[in-house]
């Protein structure tokens, strides 16, 4: 079992909707969480840290849920820049874990 | 400097060739990673320096390949007799602390002709 679960996607949404990804993780013991965004042919960029209690940037919020072990994240009135692909990434003893991805397309 | 920096950012190699990457990371930075990823894939850890030790080689997909780091600072990853499926984008990255955010940079695109 793989440690990140994301789903694939692509998730195709008009610009203005309101988009949500969830991703799994297997490892109680994970630390800390973040979402990182890729654009194509480009690096990973950390797009947030997710906490439990929960955390909100703009248009943007991440929920961790360490009892269900997922992370979510839900972004409000989606933008075409929004287009991208959304890592879920978890570490554990000092290891990064990233899940392979969901793809974002926004249409106009 | 102000982000990882990673060299070459392109090479193209015949296969059976010897290639050299390097990264130097974020200054102060303890931790530096190396991942690998295909076209379209997601990202495959390779390996893992804290300071010039590498308590994490455990992504290393064959002895072709091998890392080192110096001085707690640049670290260059060695594929020896490069084959085609070695084709992809290296990324190294760092972060302060371990399991602290982590910071990549922009790559080292690998094509094994």
């Known amino acids: 079992r793989k440690e990140v679960e994301q789903d694939p996607g692509p998730f195709n949404v008009p610009e203005g909707a309101t988009v949500a990804f969830n991703c799994t993780y297997s490892?109680?013991?994970?630390?800390?969480f973040f979402w990182y965004r890729q654009d194509c042919r480009k690096e990973p960029k950390l797009l947030m840290s997710v906490y439990s209690s929960g955390n909100e940037d703009g248009r943007f919020t991440a929920q961790l849920n360490r009892a269900s072990q997922y992370i979510s994240l839900l972004i409000r009135d989606s933008k075409l820049s929004d287009s991208a692909t959304y890592l879920c990434v978890v570490t554990s003893f000092n290891k990064f874990y990233f899940g392979s991805g969901t793809k974002l397309n926004v249409k106009p | 400097g102000a982000g990882v920096s990673q060299s070459p950012s392109n090479k193209v190699t015949e296969k059976g060739k010897d290639v050299e990457l390097r990264c130097d990371p974020i200054?102060?930075?303890?931790?530096l990673y190396w991942y690998r990823q295909s076209l379209g894939q997601g990202l495959e850890f390779l390996i893992y320096f804290q300071g010039n030790s590498a308590p994490d080689k455990s992504g290393l997909p064959s002895d072709r390949f091998s890392a080192e780091r110096t001085g707690g600072s640049v670290s260059t990853l060695t594929i020896q007799r490069t084959q085609q499926e070695d084709s992809a984008v290296y990324l190294c990255a760092s972060t302060e602390i371990s399991g602290n955010t982590i910071y990549f940079g922009e790559g080292s695109w690998l094509t094994v002709v």
């Open positions: 200054s102060g930075h303890t931790a």
């Open positions: 490892n109680s013991a994970s630390q800390s």
